[in-house]
């Protein structure tokens, strides 16, 4: 059982290989696909109009939305939704849209079969920063550390590839979402690099000829009824192919003075965020570790009910945005740093992807282990969170590591 319209139901029985054809349905171009563990797989095709889009990425968005929504409803959408991304600073505009259907499914199921092994696109790449550079970056942001001007900063760098012909962006997707059928996978359609730029709401839309996706492992928070889920991440261990090896690294970072440390600050700030919205707020005393593919992560799910139904799925996100897991700690500090040391504009890099109805509820991720894809070219993005004790090489292998979750849905993680 499938839906096609604007409601965003819960659906009692969808089989694995009906959302796996959800999955297949996609198109480069087609507005949004979205997969969540526990809510399912959401298509949506077409777009009838893109929310007002200001200079600044985030001025007053959650109203502005409440408003688009309020006035598609009045048009006669039945509980009409938004899809799409925020960035991570405010040097672009939101980009969400009225898609012109939606098709929802129940969650991809572990036993859809892996993805065949993509052929390998022939392709340069280009890292910036050079991982020479990345590791000296991460001892300049040390210093400031040390000298106790800033706690954390979560430093990203990227991989810039150029291929001999157009990327298969439905296919990776599509090998991204299957290889971590438990992460939330994503794709949205952008207008052009440069193309980005206010409109009107109605009207002619322009081409969607770029598409950002990924797969991020982190929950920035759900929204069903009164029901409130957030599952921030921090500290991490690449995978290892040996088995022993790859227990011993998950048992390393359960006991990670550091890494606890790190991830305690993150959960701290969400949970202190979302306490005023909540009549209750649950908050586990310990972090979980849990794995994707690629790499160990240690988690929190901090659950709640709200105060004031009223408070959308949106509203949240924008208040959590940006957790210390991609930003740093104290924030504006952490971002002043990160704006004078990355060489490049993250865009919607650690920004958040998702959607969000009429009556308030919806999913937002956090924008990693991602890429940004224009015809024959792909950037992709990683991080991680400098703290004091940080080692500048293993920082420099965590986000090789974080970057093969994209190579390998391309065949090319041996390209670094």
């Known amino acids: 059982m499938t839906t096609i319209d604007s409601d965003i139901p819960d659906l009692a029985a969808v089989t694995d290989d009906e959302a796996a054809r959800l999955l297949e349905a996609y198109e480069a171009g087609s507005s949004f696909f979205f997969s969540s563990p526990r809510r ?6 077409g777009v009838d109009a893109t929310v007002p889009k200001t200079r600044c990425a985030r001025s007053d968005l959650p109203r502005r939305v409440d408003d688009f929504l309020a006035a598609a409803t009045e048009f006669g959408r039945r509980n009409p939704v938004v899809v799409g991304a925020v960035p991570f600073g405010e040097d672009l505009p939101a980009h969400l849209v009225l898609p012109s259907e939606v098709v929802r499914a129940a969650p991809l199921g572990a036993v859809v079969p892996r993805p065949p092994r993509p052929n390998a696109p022939e392709c340069s790449v280009r890292p910036v920063p ?13 210093r400031r550390i040390a000298d106790g001007r800033l706690d954390k900063v979560v430093l990203a760098r990227s991989l810039e590839l150029t291929a001999t012909e157009p990327i298969d962006v439905h296919g990776v997707l599509r090998n991204l979402a299957l290889a971590d059928p438990a992460g939330y996978a994503f794709a949205v359609d952008l207008p052009r690099r440069g193309e980005d730029g ?3 709401s109605y009207g002619p ?27 921030p991440m921090a500290g991490s261990r690449p995978r290892s192919s040996d088995p022993d090896e790859d227990r011993r690294r998950a048992a390393a970072l359960e006991t990670s003075e550091k890494d606890l440390r790190e991830h305690a600050a993150v959960v701290e700030q969400v949970a202190r965020v979302l306490r005023p919205y909540c009549r209750e707020l649950h908050v586990p005393e310990r972090p979980s570790v849990v ?10 799910e901090i659950t709640g009910d709200l105060a004031d139904p009223a408070t959308s799925s949106l509203e949240l996100a924008d208040a959590l945005h940006p957790t210390p897991a991609v930003c ?14 990355e060489p490049f504009d993250r865009g919607y890099y650690a920004g958040m992807v998702g959607w969000c109805d009429a009556a308030g509820d ?3 991720v956090v924008a990693i282990r991602c890429a940004d894809v224009e015809d024959a070219s792909l950037r992709l993005f990683a991080g991680g969170g400098i703290v004091a004790g940080s080692d500048p090489a293993e920082e420099l292998a965590e986000t090789s590591a974080k970057f093969r979750t994209a190579l390998s849905a391309m065949g090319l993680e041996k390209s670094l």
């Open 291 to 300: 794995a994707t593919a690629a790499m160990w992560h240690l988690a929190t």
């Open 198 to 200: 206010t409109r009107d």
């Open 328 to 341: 740093g700690t104290p924030t504006e500090a952490a971002r002043a740093a990160i704006a004078e040391t």
């Open 205 to 231: 839309q322009p081409a969607l000829e770029r598409t950002f996706l990924g797969a991020s492992p982190e929950l920035l928070v759900s929204r069903r009824g009164d029901r409130v889920r957030s599952n």
């Open 40 to 45: 399912g797989a959401l298509l949506a095709r």
């Open 130 to 142: 050079s991982p020479a550079e990345h590791e000296r970056a991460v001892e300049r942001v040390l």
């Open 362 to 364: 919806g999913e937002w």
